[in-house]
């Protein structure tokens, strides 16, 4: 079974740093993508970052140059690593894995129970 933790949110003043963590027990790095999604109050969750399998990583416009993705095989971690905090990061941090589908459609994509980052200015 597939278990995605979750930490490392916290509250922040704009500018600073957080650093969050995905603990992953049950699932193969290789079996595709991993990434980092977000919700915040009264908005949609949205994509934030993706690795691939062969590493690629992507990024949302509204982060690029501030976050940075990356992943521990060997300590079964995926990580985000969030500089230059904005309140507009504000939102619960959700980690997530493809299922074999290799799709980011919600019904393909196991969930971490996320964390939250809140941004203060």
């Known amino acids: 079974q597939v278990q995605l933790v979750e930490s490392g949110g916290g509250s922040v003043q704009a500018g600073g740093s957080l650093k969050l963590s995905c603990a992953v027990s049950?699932?193969?790095?290789?079996?595709?993508?991993m990434g980092w999604y977000r919700q915040a109050p009264g908005k949609e969750r949205e994509l934030v970052s993706t690795i691939s399998s062969d590493g690629t990583t992507t990024y949302a416009d509204s982060v690029k140059g501030r976050f940075t993705i990356s992943r521990d095989e060997h300590k079964y971690t995926l990580y985000l690593q969030m500089v230059s905090l904005e309140t507009e990061d504000t939102a619960v941090y959700y980690c997530?894995?493809?299922?074999?589908?290799?799709?980011?459609?919600?019904?393909?994509?196991?969930w971490g129970q996320g964390t939250q980052v809140t941004v203060s200015s």
């Open positions: 049950g699932y193969i790095f290789s079996t595709c993508g």
């Open positions: 997530a894995a493809q299922n074999t589908k290799c799709e980011w459609v919600s019904e393909y994509v196991y």
